[in-house]
């Protein structure tokens, strides 16, 4: 009875109040009575204790902490899950809309394109591949299907026509991909790309790139490209020709030395300098191969898309008008020739001025030293 009444006195919601009941031995009695003892502290931890042998030990108010532990580890589990597969649908549909619907198949048609493209591309002349890298990617054997350098110009410089794009990038683009230009098909261009370097070799890329990409005129391959500019294989181009067909890849209907044959004489001086500047060519030899000049070949037939060149209009007049029309066009051209190796000598002469100074100044440095 006293121990209820010493439980009833004690307040549930006063977190600072204990109470302690020994039992004290008394031998006159059967049914000891146990002796109360409150404390009261402001200062303790909150929890409600009882040192008699009949009572429950109860080691705080509150629930156990650590029963909370797994729940937290499987909400957070369950979060990660969803999250992964939110992200994995997120990515499937991104997929979905910039890939081709026969992906798979022309995914290993490229791959054993590429084994049969590589047994050709070792007979082609070493000045064909390096004046494309040179042009294309000059990075190309240093990076790994992705060029951070070259994003970044673009990106720097707000180009709105693109830029940027690898080598291994224009293949996936031109092989895997469909036509459409957004960011997403950006994206999924650089996994295949990251991909795609990770399973055949360099030399399998270059050489599937210079056997698939479009080079004008309805004419998609680089022997296809040598018949129709030159009637010549790949195997016997000269440096001078394969600069030419180089400087049309990035736009080959506005390009075409067959549309004007000054303006790919202008590209032509664009691809040997860079190749200079790469380190595939020296100044000598592209001024040597500027002054040089390219024979065009191709019938007034093989003109099936309208791209004729304004020669052919003018053959179809008569009498002397033909041919005062044909020397004003063959002086246009010949004078765009002229300032594009202008344009190259000045370029040249610029080069070797920066080296002997560069070399002087080292000179200098030198005595200093000694």
């Known amino acids: 009875m006293t121990s209820l009444i010493a439980r009833s006195l004690i307040p549930r919601n006063n977190p600072t109040l204990s109470c302690k009941i020994n039992h004290s031995s008394i031998p006159f009695t059967t049914n000891p009575t146990p002796s109360l003892s409150f404390s009261f502290s402001l200062f303790k931890p909150q929890f409600l204790s009882f040192n008699n042998s009949g009572c429950g030990r109860v080691h705080s108010v509150h629930p ?5 532990n797994p729940l937290r580890i499987l909400f957070s589990l369950e979060t990660l899950i969803l999250f992964i597969f ?51 990617d000059r990075r190309f054997f240093r990076h790994f299907g992705i060029d951070p350098v070259g994003i970044g110009r673009a990106v720097l410089s707000f180009s709105a026509l693109g830029g940027g794009s690898t080598i291994t ?3 996936v683009k031109n092989t895997l991909l469909k036509n459409e230009r957004t960011f997403s098909r950006k994206i999924v261009e650089m996994v295949l790309a990251l991909a795609l370097e990770r399973t055949i070799s360099k030399l399998r890329i270059l050489s599937s790139y210079l056997s698939k990409i479009y080079w004008g005129h309805g004419i998609y391959g680089i022997e296809l490209a040598s018949y129709f500019y030159f009637r010549k294989h790949p195997t016997i181009l000269s440096l001078g020709e394969c600069a030419m067909l180089a400087g049309i890849i990035p736009a080959p209907e506005l390009r075409s030395p067959l549309r004007d044959p000054g303006r790919g004489k202008k590209y032509q001086v664009r691809v040997l300098k860079r190749m200079v500047e790469v380190g595939f060519l020296d100044i000598e030899t592209a001024l040597m191969v500027v002054k040089q000049s390219v024979h065009l070949h191709a019938d007034q037939a093989d003109y099936v898309d309208g791209l004729l060149p304004l020669m052919s209009s ?57």
């Open 64 to 68: 156990h902490r650590s029963s909370q």
């Open 169 to 171: 990038q224009q293949l």
């Open 86 to 136: 939110s992200l994995s649908l997120l990515c499937l549909r991104i997929a979905s809309d910039v890939i081709v619907p026969d992906f798979t198949h022309r995914w290993h048609q490229l791959i054993a394109f590429s084994e049969e493209s590589e047994a050709k591309f070792s007979h082609y002349p070493s000045h064909l591949w390096r004046a494309v890298v040179a042009y294309e």
């Open 314 to 370: 003018f053959r179809e007049q008569k009498g002397s008008m033909d041919s005062i029309m044909k020397e004003i066009w063959d002086w246009e051209t010949e004078s765009k020739i002229w300032e594009a190796r202008e344009d190259m000598e000045r370029w040249a002469l610029s080069i070797q001025k920066r080296n002997t100074s560069k070399i002087s100044i080292s000179n200098d440095k030198l005595d200093i030293q000694l």
